[in-house]
């Protein structure tokens, strides 16, 4: 199986910029995924890499490095809106979506 | 912009009953999919349908449960015999094609409840 690590919890202020880190143990998959989930709500896609580096969705980039089994989440002038769960997720094979625990994010003000 | 809808939003059902979670896909996507999130855990996989075959199923999908697509527009989950732990957040979703670079894009979910 597959092991996908994210921190818990984190927290930051409106205006800031987050980086939210997932790490990987998996020998090979198609693409990551990052989705937004805010809470009772469905995932919403936000992002995803299939080749190593950066990709920019205006203020949401996602970074990735296969080579260091390492993906994060870059989030930039931060609202209030952003407070949610961000969940860092694999197409390791197949059709199947395989998702992390999930970031909760709390942005104050 | 299209999305995934699903109904009913909340669903009670005494255990051991028989329950159908309708969603309707986004119209020109070909690859349909069933996720659950229980309360606090992650969101897991059940299956995934293609061409009115299930392409794809994990190891909670199991005869319990089943799938189909009964017209052109709608993709089913049918519990039979629920039980407590089946209670959980049901989400369809959905993706033009199902190579592993493509974003599937997920409904606003039925929270199943059973009692």
């Known amino acids: 199986g597959q092991n996908i690590d994210q921190p818990t919890e984190m927290t930051a202020t409106e205006g800031a910029i987050v980086q939210i880190n997932c790490t990987y143990q998996?020998?090979?998959?198609?693409?990551l995924f990052w989705y937004q989930q805010h809470a009772g709500e469905a995932p919403t896609f936000l992002s995803y890499n299939v080749l190593d580096g950066l990709e920019e969705k205006g203020r949401f980039s996602s970074f990735l490095s296969r080579s260091k089994g390492y993906s994060y989440l870059l989030l930039k002038e931060l609202q209030m809106k952003d407070s949610a769960s961000y969940l860092c997720s694999l197409n390791q094979a197949g059709t199947a979506l395989i998702f992390g625990k999930g970031t909760t994010l709390s942005v104050s003000s | 912009e299209p999305e995934v809808t699903q109904t009913p939003s909340h669903q009670v059902t005494q255990m051991g009953q028989e329950v159908i979670l309708h969603c309707v896909p986004i119209s020109n996507h070909l690859y349909f999919y069933w996720y659950r999130q229980i309360l606090g855990q992650k969101v897991e996989f059940l299956v995934s349908?293609?061409?009115?075959?299930?392409?794809?199923k994990s190891e909670i999908f199991d005869d319990q449960f089943s799938v189909e697509r009964p017209d052109g527009s709608n993709f089913t989950l049918k519990i039979r015999s629920t039980k407590l732990e089946d209670s959980a957040m049901y989400f369809c979703a959905s993706s033009y094609t199902g190579e592993g670079n493509q974003p599937q894009h997920f409904g606003d979910g039925t929270r199943l409840s059973i009692l």
């Open positions: 998996t020998s090979g998959f198609n693409g």
């Open positions: 349908f293609y061409n009115n075959e299930i392409s794809e």
